[in-house]
């Protein structure tokens, strides 16, 4: 009986997206760990256009993977999580995508592999919260769909689907800019429907509602700096700016009020009292949100377009997944 059917042995699989990663670089090195470990050898299954990351998840643990490992961007992340959601199996992130959300979240190491890697053997894990969408699409039928980092509706999601995917592979994050710039020009408010768990209806014109399981964002920028990953809540931002001015207190609360001053005790004191008299951005935190609108809207799942949608019920499934994190990068969330 070889090692890789042993009973009890353990086994890790990395679930890789081919175009995002180096494969020889981090076959070797998981190759290696396992060796010295002395587990059995490792799978190997890549994405594909048709499976992001569900269905090879899957195959792993058919064939016997007890650690999952993931390289890619923040969508195969997401559709690892969602198919490891509530099986006891840890999940290891190897951050390999443009935006890198949820790792940077997860104060990961972004540009270090062996210590991502090394994650797997040790025993500093952090069992995460994962959010799940209900999706209710203009053709009248429904669909459900896990989220890690964020989901939007609106004009966040108009941000993305106008965002170049040449310029994202060549400068990154900040490609987002110009998506946001060129959005920005013809955004017109929509009228939505939205109610927090165990609060009244609101029914106003709005620009963007973002649910978020994680508030940090590239580039130093806390869109919800009391959004946590593990406290089983949902943060949500309703975006309802008039006029220029308008944008330009949404910009204050984002960057200026939420970046910078609440890094101090009196700016976080500051920043809520302003949060709370905002009649441009509302701040909304519980277990679920559910929004609707007259008219289909773009929506988005963890910065991954994902076309219209009519309703959007939100949810946080609390530790959901059990996370590995590196020692020296433990989660301070």
Request: net charge neutral; glycine share 10%.
């Amino acid at each position: 009986m070889s090692d890789a059917q042993a009973p009890g042995s353990k086994r890790a699989a990395l679930i890789y997206n081919p175009i995002k990663v180096d494969f020889s670089v981090l076959s070797e090195e998981l190759l290696e760990q396992s060796a010295k470990a002395r587990w059995a050898t490792p799978l190997f299954l890549e994405t594909t256009v048709e499976d992001l990351g569900q269905q090879v998840t899957a195959e792993a643990l058919e064939l016997g993977a007890t650690h999952i490992l993931v390289a890619g961007g923040d969508g195969t992340v997401r559709a690892v999580m969602e198919a490891l959601a509530d099986t006891d199996v840890p999940l290891t992130i190897i951050p390999s995508g443009t935006g890198n959300l949820l790792a940077r979240n997860l104060h990961l190491p972004l540009n270090r592999p062996h210590e991502a890697i090394a994650a797997t053997f040790g025993d500093t894990a952090t069992p995460v919260d994962v959010g799940f969408a209900e999706v209710d699409r203009p053709a009248g039928h429904t669909e459900r769909h896990a989220f890690v980092v964020m989901a939007g509706m609106g004009l966040d999601a108009a941000m993305i689907q106008n965002t170049s995917a040449k310029m994202k592979k060549r400068v990154g994050w900040i490609a987002y800019v110009s998506g946001a710039a060129r959005s920005l020009k013809d955004a017109k408010p929509f009228k939505a429907t939205y109610q927090l768990a165990g609060h009244r209806e609101h029914t106003g014109r709005v620009h963007s509602i973002l649910f978020a399981n994680c508030g940090q964002l590239p580039g130093g920028i806390a869109l919800l700096p009391d959004a946590s990953i593990t406290d089983g809540l949902l943060d949500v931002a309703v975006f309802k700016p008039t006029g220029f001015f308008g944008w330009v207190f949404v910009w204050r609360a984002v960057w200026w009020d939420h970046s910078v001053l609440s890094r101090f005790s009196a700016g976080r004191t500051l920043a809520k009292r302003r949060a709370g008299k905002s009649s441009h951005v509302h701040f909304l935190q519980g277990r679920w949100l559910e929004a609707a609108t007259t008219e289909p809207q773009p929506i988005e799942l963890d910065g991954d377009e994902f076309g219209e949608a009519l309703r959007l019920r939100c949810s946080v499934e609390p530790g959901a997944v059990t996370v590995m994190i590196p020692a020296a990068h433990k989660n301070g969330s």
